[in-house]
């Protein structure tokens, strides 16, 4: 008897938590497809929010430019971060500890921080900047950064660190002998590293690579801080939030909601599939 | 394997100009005034907003012993649960933090207003309205609301490696809900309250789109003073240099701390 109440009261505590997460997302919901543009009275049914959500040129340009953002920065971190992390691995203890450490930084660093400081760095060039095209008495240097430039080096900055974090551990499970091997057998040290590291590395560089795009569409604190004139959707979500009345806004929260619903669903289906057939191979 | 350390050129530099030299910017700028003198005043001034500084501090300390106690149950319920069915819990739990924080702050925002939903449906039976958004209350909500998921995972992770037949064994020897709990579980999942509570405490103390957005004017963070002085109407680069600087030593000091406290308790335990 005592069980079962035990039971109850944890499934009910289960349930009330995960309604606490999710019923703001649900109300969101709902109201976006409210005629009106009260925020608590639903007065009628309509997609119309969805209609000027997509002729909204201002939520469509900062989606574009995240997008943009999100893959460029997320090659080249991707790219610049597996080197790095196939050259650290070959260092000694010491240095490889160093640099660990400091990449750590822009993960536990407040993110206000890390957008800060970059701030800070780009206004300071913008300085050294002007003082160079003074003494050189031509426009050589290009001075207005703020913009594309800016936010694509915060965005790889903040990135490049997990791709490190996601290569490096692959990279001391992989067999040396298979490296040797493909050494011995006649491969010059470029095609072993392509033919034989990479393709087992590829697994951690894919994931890699979706977590910085992940985090690049997501990131509002520190392109904030470092997108000039320029506006990502977090920064065109944060406007419409300051102007408070468009409904529209519900209708994107829905959007992006079902979009990422249905990547998870996608990739846990992958994932039991792969699992299944793992299992049949035994 | 062979040795390529120059690939890890291209990077190392990217770290020096753009991970290390900001940081350095950030001192350079607290400890020098506009003219680039030498001054501590910067540093000084800072007292001034200590009444900021400290409710930044007791709210997020709030929110982050809220989120503790509210997700200490769901992690051991979680882990105790099949696996199968683990996993889709689990996903339930990261599914609202994928979606930007600004949309679901926006939610409570809506939820929580004079003539919001919440008002609405207490008037219905009676009550209220009540003054919700806009206090400090709100903020504390916001916090709990968006970083619970964070305290969830570590904790869930943390219990997942706690046997079953530990608790039994407890019972067996005659331990209450109580003993349990202080004696087996919460000891056991010591790692994962240290890493809940800074992944929880360093965003909350630094945040300043929640206090924005849910207090209102009344109820400014660091976070709203930092950024106050870089692209708002105060706008002093040196004095917001001098804060973000503070603000770094706190979350220095509270992850030195959980990560100590850690340790030891490891060793304790082990």
Known sequence: MKQKHWRALQQAYMVLIFSFLYVPIAVMAVFSFNESK?????????????????????ILDALALSVAIALISALISTVVGTMAAVGISSMGRKSRLLINNLSYLPIVNPEIITGVSLMLLFVAYRGFAAWANAHMGADLVPQNIFGLPTLLIAHISFSVPYVIFNVSPKLRQLDVRMYEAALDLGCNPT???????????????????????????????????????????????????????????????????????????????????????????? | MVQKKSLA??????????????????VYFALTDSAGNFTLDNLMTIGRYSTVFARSLILAAVATAICLVLAFPVGYFLSRLRTSKQHIMQMLVMLPMWMNFLLRTYAWMSLLEKNGI????????????????NTSGAVVLGMVYNYLPYMILPLYTAMTKIDQSVVEAAQDLGAGMGKILTRVLIPLSVPGIATGITMVFVPAVSTFIISRMLGGGSNLLIGDLIELQFLGNSYNYNLGSAMSLVLMVIVLLCMSFTSSFDEEDMEGVV
């Not at chain 1, 009260?38 to 002729?55: A, H």
């Not at chain 1, 470092?226 to 979500?237: D, F, R, S, V, Y």
Request: proline share 5%.
């Open chain 2, 118 to 133: 919440i008002n609405r449906i207490l008037g219905l039976v009676g009550l209220g309205p009540f003054e919700m958004i």
């Open chain 1, 191 to 282: 095609q072993a590293f392509f033919k034989v590291v990479m393709p087992e590395l590829m697994p951690a560089i894919l994931s890699a690579f979706l977590i910085c795009i992940t985090y690049s569409i997501d990131d509002f604190i520190i392109s904030y801080f470092t997108c000039g004139n320029l506006q990502t959707l977090p920064i065109a979500i944060y406007s419409m939030t300051r102007k408070k009345v468009s409904p529209e806004i519900n209708a994107l929260s829905t959007i992006i909601f079902l979009v990422i619903l249905a990547i998870i669903l996608f990739t846990n289906h992958m994932d039991s599939r792969k699992y299944r057939r793992d299992q049949q191979r035994g």
């Open chain 2, 9 to 26: 050129a291209p990077y190392l530099v990217w770290m020096a100009a753009f991970i290390i030299a900001p940081l350095i910017i950030v």
């Open chain 1, 38 to 58: 009260s925020r608590s009275v639903f007065t009628g049914f309509t997609l119309n929010w969805y209609k000027s959500l997509f002729t909204n040129s201002m």
